[in-house]
C-alpha cells in the first residue's frame, strides 16, 4: 500500500491494524557510465514496491536527495548536508508522529546516508530524552533502518549473480536492480577499464580525480533486467519477514 496512492481516510483505517510505515531513503547521485542517476533511490523504492504484495505494509514517499557531496564533480548528482538531511528527516518522522506512527522503518539504498541516518535517530531521540518530565506519556516511538543490499540472503545472490565486479559503486547489483524495474532504462555501455579501481576519497574534486567514470570496483556492464529480478524477488522476501518482525516486536 502506497501513501501517495492512498486517501486519508484509507491511511487512517491502516493505521487502526498497524503503526508502522516504511520509508524508502536514497541519493541523487551520478552512478558511472551505464548506471541512471537515481539508482540509489530507485533500488529501495523497486524492492519496497515488490514487497507490497506480499505483505501488509504502507510505503512512504522516497527520500530521494541524500549525503552526495562527494559526487558532485559529475553531472546531475544532488546533494543534502548532513545538518539539513537530519532537520529534514526529524519533520517527516514528526508529521507521522501526528498521526500515530510509532515505527518507522527507513530502507536505505546509499551507504553515503547511514551515518547521517543514524545521527538524524539520536538527534530525534535525544529530544524526546532531554523533555521535561511530563504526565502525558509520549507514543512507543522505534527507528530502524537497513541498506536494502544487508535484507538477509540479499548479500549472497548479488555474489552469486556477480562473482566478480560487483563493486562498490555503481555496483552492477544495483544497476541491475534499477533495469529491471525500468526495463525501458537500460544501457549498453563498453566500461574501461573493465573493473574500476578501489580506494577512498574526500571532496566531489578528489573523487573525480580518483574514479574519473564515477565507478568504485564495478564492472556494471554485467547488469541484466534478469539478474535484477532475480535480487528483487530475494530482497522483498526478506523485507517482508524483516517488516513484519518490526512491526510485531514487543
Ligand atoms: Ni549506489
Known sequence: MRL???TWPEVETYL???RTILIPIGSTEQHGPNGLVGTD???PEIIASATEDLTDMLVGPTFSVGIAQHHLGFAGSMTLRPSTMIAVMKDWTDSLI???FERIFWLNGHGGNVATIQAAFAEIYSERSLAPPSNTKPNDLRLKSM???ELPS???VCRREFPTGDGMHAT???VAVTYAGYPDQVRSVEMSPKIAPVGGFRDADDYRSRFPDGRI???PSQATVEKGKTIIAAAANSLADTFRRFADEA
Do not use: I, K, Q, Y
Request: charged letters at 20%.
Open 172 to 174: 552492477a547489483s544495483e
Open 154 to 156: 540479499v548479500m549472497d
Open 147 to 149: 541498506n536494502w543490499w
Open 4 to 6: 501517495h496512492l492512498s
Open 217 to 219: 570496483g564495478s564492472d
Open 41 to 43: 533511490a530507485l533500488c
Open 98 to 100: 501526528r498521526h500515530g
Open 16 to 18: 487502526n491494524r498497524s
